[in-house]
């Protein structure tokens, strides 16, 4: 496909689309290139508006390649339903969970997502299981995932039924964490922990300085949302 494309002709344009799902077909099932696959993916998906198609592809890379950005992908499928697939939660959990595992650049909201479900309690036997959602928190929060580390937060001020007791100083640590990679609420907790005494001395300078960066990002979102919708 060498040469430059004029995109006004529509007929050059469609011959290109098609030559590019070709190649990225060859890619994936002659050369086994999971790579390819995802690009077959998404161009069935953002091109073609095939999501049957998609989902074929998604499965394929997942279970026979084991590509965690696919698994990932057809994780969100099952939460849905999209394309054809069966709507399962459990399905969908096995898919974060192996994307969580499998590396890669969604791994890390893969992890989150298993940390949901597993919190959620739909998704596994038994109910909801705190441990598990911790274990998976910990490790999107210690990828900078900062919706993990303030979910982390949360769970040890909760606690639950089962013998989970609530853990203020942990609490802390994971609200700070999640301050610091911009998490509103997790600077509004620390704040508030700082003022109260929870899991730390009273520091009332701290409570005000994390206050305030509450503010400063509350702001943020607020600005961005105004430019958004302009």
């Not at 203020?168 to 301050?179: D, G």
């Not at 922990?193 to 520091?203: F, Q, S, V």
Request: proline share 2%; hydrophobic share 30%.
């Amino acid at each position: 496909m060498a040469g430059l494309i004029n995109f006004e002709d529509e007929n050059e344009v469609k011959q290109f689309l098609d030559n590019l799902g070709i190649e990225y077909s060859f890619q994936c099932y002659k050369e086994k290139d999971p790579e390819g696959c995802q690009r077959l993916a998404d161009y069935l998906e953002g091109v073609r508006q095939n999501f049957e198609a998609t989902a074929q592809v998604l499965k394929h890379n997942c279970e026979t390649n084991g590509y965690g950005e696919s698994c990932y992908k057809l994780g969100g499928y099952h939460v849905t339903g999209k394309g054809g697939v069966t709507k399962c939660l459990k399905t969908a959990y096995s898919c974060f969970l192996r994307s969580c595992h499998a590396g890669g650049k969604k791994s890390i909201d893969a992890c989150h997502n298993v940390g949901l479900l597993a919190h959620d309690g739909r998704a596994v036997d038994g109910g909801p299981d705190l441990p598990v959602a911790r274990q998976y928190y910990e490790k999107a929060c210690a990828g900078g995932f900062a919706p993990s580390c303030f979910n982390l937060s949360t769970s040890f001020i909760e606690g639950n039924t089962k013998g989970q007791k609530p853990d203020m100083a942990q609490a802390l640590t994971y609200a700070m964490k999640a301050c610091e990679l911009g998490h509103v609420w997790g600077c509004a907790n620390a704040s508030r922990m700082y003022k109260l005494g929870d899991g730390t001395e009273k520091d009332e300078r701290k409570a005000e300085e994390l206050k305030n960066r509450a503010r400063q990002l509350h702001n943020i979102v607020k600005e961005s949302q105004l430019k958004f919708g302009e």
